[in-house]
């Protein structure tokens, strides 16, 4: 049996599973084969590293009408805005979103230049890695230039890819540089003017912003502020990579991503998470919470942490909740409920670290069966939910937001029974296959009521062994 006499939707599967290269090189086989496999390899698009390859990619889709008609997503990084794409070494370690000029992915940290052979690693991006004397100028006549080329090519390429379904925003290597600072605020205009473009149901449905930190988001969000509404757009999605205990002005942030939030009418899903994970013990992750929207359907969130402060997070957190009646679909994955000062210092005391259970006989103020309540009362359309190792914690330090070698996030943990005696990585793993740690028996029984009343509604949840408890505790 030939090739050619297989239908084009069997063959079209065929090639899914195959490697990206293995596709392209069945593009040589015959005309008919390369029109089936084209729309398969130009579905997805990473603008390239290095501005000026960017401008070369980006020019090319714009002259090509038949391939912008096949493109769906879009992922813009940060690197393509630096001025010499194909200068940078990275380690093996970076942002699990970035790859290498050389298209291999790569996961924690970035190394730009070499000096003497050895590779140099740098927070803030220098503009030409071997003359690190040059420093980023926003009023120079080359930059001006180069930033007008950017954005208007920029622009113009998304405008005419007119099946555009989802935009990726990345901030990747030299995130602290003045040049990817300018770089937001381009991305950010030029986002704004496409999705504000959709109408009908026709433009963009997703964003997703991934960052470093969530002060990356600061010039991103004030390049998408003005007038306008994002009629097309039905889902955000938030990833930042770890915690930023030194960037203070989260009220700043949280105004700027309510004001994105309230151009989305049609908002149905938003995802917020870090890659932060129980394993490390420094300082949780912070990210803005907004206001809540009526019409939203999804929402994840994932390893964070909520303080008990006057008008805290736990609060607004809350305040959301009650302001999100059609959610269908919520998952909630290792997030922790900061405890009192009083129980820290209480627990202080105790030189083995170990609280009795009767520490434990009443629920205070701010809880898990509190947040199950919450759910309970106002996700009166909630039909699925998913859980994972929901816990309480404490950080040490009058400060949150103080240097983290010194103020870490400590996990309130079972002193006996299977997790006694375990470590950090050998606890973590553990609770992987629980819904949540806690020593209050109000938040097992919660749990188990609102169980019951998404079950009555004909809804599901998937179920991952309930929460556990003990007799005696202790900060881990």
Not at 137 to 165: A, H
Not at 340 to 350: F, T, Y
Not at 405 to 422: Q, Y
Request: hydrophobic share 35%.
């Amino acid at each position: 049996m030939s090739i050619h006499s297989l239908p084009p939707e069997l063959l079209l599967y065929i090639f899914q599973l195959l490697y990206r290269d293995a596709v392209c090189n069945l593009r040589l086989v015959s005309k008919d084969i390369c029109e089936i496999v084209t729309p398969l390899l130009f579905k997805n698009v990473n603008v390239h590293y290095g501005i000026d390859r960017a401008l070369e990619q980006m020019r090319g889709f714009i002259g090509e009408e038949k391939l912008r008609g096949c493109i769906r997503d879009v992922m813009i990084p940060s690197e393509s805005f630096v001025v010499n794409g194909d200068g940078f070494q990275f380690h093996e370690k970076t942002f699990w979103w970035s790859v290498s000029v050389r298209g291999e992915p790569v996961v924690d940290g970035y190394y730009d230049a070499e000096t003497e052979g050895q590779a140099v690693k740098t927070g803030a991006l220098a503009e030409y890695p071997h003359r690190r004397d040059v420093r980023f100028d926003p009023t120079s006549r080359t930059f001006k230039r180069k930033i007008e080329d950017y954005e208007r090519c920029l622009e113009r390429f998304l405008v005419q890819c007119e099946r555009l379904e989802r935009i990726w925003i990345a901030f990747g290597a030299g995130w602290t540089s003045g040049r990817m600072e300018w770089w937001g605020g381009v991305v950010g205009r030029v986002v704004r003017k496409v999705c504000e473009g959709g109408k009908g149901g026709k433009g963009v449905k997703r964003l997703d912003l991934l960052v470093p930190r969530v002060g990356c988001l600061e010039s991103f969000l004030k390049g998408v502020s003005g007038e306008g509404v994002f009629e097309s757009l039905e889902g955000v999605s938030v990833d930042i990579y770890a915690a930023d205990p030194a960037f203070r002005d989260l009220a700043a942030i949280e105004s700027s991503t309510n004001d994105l939030f309230t151009k989305t009418p049609n908002l149905r899903s938003c995802q917020l998470s870090t890659n932060y994970k129980l394993t490390r013990t420094n300082v949780p992750p912070l990210f803005p919470l907004f206001s809540g929207n009526g019409m939203l359907t999804s929402l994840s969130i994932r390893h964070t942490f909520f303080p008990i402060e006057n008008d805290s997070a736990f609060d607004r957190f809350s305040r959301m909740l009650a302001s999100t009646p059609g959610l269908l679909t919520l998952e909630m994955t290792a997030c922790m409920i900061q405890y009192s000062d009083s129980l820290g210092r209480d627990a202080e005391r105790i030189l083995s670290d170990e609280l009795n259970i009767a520490s434990f006989e009443n629920l205070p103020a701010r809880s898990w069966a509190g947040i199950f309540k919450t759910f309970e009362t106002h996700l009166i359309n909630l039909r699925s939910f998913k859980f994972g190792h929901l816990m309480y914690g404490r950080h040490r330090g009058s400060s949150f937001f103080n240097d983290r070698s010194t103020h870490r996030a400590e996990m309130l943990v079972p002193a006996e029974g299977r997790f006694g005696g375990m470590g950090v990585k050998e606890f973590s793993r553990s609770v992987r296959s629980v819904e949540g740690v806690s020593p209050y028996v109000g938040d097992h029984e919660e749990l188990e009521r609102f169980r019951r009343v998404v079950a009555e509604r004909g809804g599901l949840n998937e179920t991952r062994g309930g929460f556990e408890g003990g007799q005696t505790w202790r900060f881990l």
